[in-house]
């Protein structure tokens, strides 16, 4: 059995919203391995993007531990928390999240200036990622001159610019129409089968096909594996 990138044991999350405890996730166990390809699936308030924070590092569970490469980071400090967040984890959203004053190139730029790349080494690693997006020529094009489907190419150019160890991808292809939603998806397939490890949460079960497994969940557990 391949060696477990991310592991959860038991997490629990509970909201509490003044004196009400809403739970968001119930006794969640679940194992990404590296090279994997796994679906979030299920409606809204199932669960799904509390766990992606949880599996990113975006959020703590309740209860429960969360494993990375066999270390359980449940209690390390927010700064621990955000340098192993910002090495090993990539982010793609489904509103893309640009900084709308800033190109292309600087959109990408922006982990490696928190990872303290001196500016050549940052240029010349955003440039290559753009390039293998296809975006060569939108460098220094802001979000507000790209189309959908190219802020969403600049937005998994940052997610990847890092070489994480994990891509999450919370409902990529949600703000984009049909044809250009199927072109992402592509992407994320070759990226798997280039070896990179993908969780991915959508609504859509056109977009979960693409992943090797799909997980449903209900009501904060997970009732189905296929």
Known sequence: MTAALVELQGVRKVYRLGEVEVPALRGVDLRVAGRDF?????????????????????DRPT??????????????????????????????FQMFNLVPNLTA????????????????????????????????????????QLSGGQQQRVALARALVTDPALLIADEPTGNLDSATGREILG????????????????????????????????????????
């Not at 699936?41 to 990113?56: A, D, E, N, R, Y």
């Not at 927010?78 to 982010?91: C, K, N, P, Y």
């Not at 001196?118 to 020529?137: H, I, S, T």
């Not at 992943?211 to 189905?224: F, N, P, S, T």
């Open 38 to 58: 796994l679906a979030l699936m299920g409606p809204s308030g199932s669960g799904k993007s509390t766990l992606l924070h949880i599996l990113g590092l975006l």
């Open 63 to 92: 209860a429960g531990k969360v494993l990375w490469a066999g270390e359980d980071v449940t209690k390390l400090d927010g700064g621990r928390l955000a340098e192993l967040r910002g090495r090993r984890i990539g982010f793609v």
């Open 105 to 144: 190139l600087e959109n990408v730029e922006l982990p490696l200036i928190f990872l303290g790349l001196p500016p050549r080494e940052r240029r010349r690693r955003a440039e290559e990622a753009l390039m293998r997006l296809g975006l060569g020529d939108r460098l220094r094009h802001r979000p507000n």
């Open 187 to 226: 992407i994320f397939a070759d990226l798997n089968k280039q070896g990179r490890t993908i969780v991915l949460a959508t609504h859509d079960p056109e977009a979960a096909e693409v992943a090797k497994v799909r997980l449903r969940l209900r009501d904060g557990q997970i009732v189905e594996r296929t």
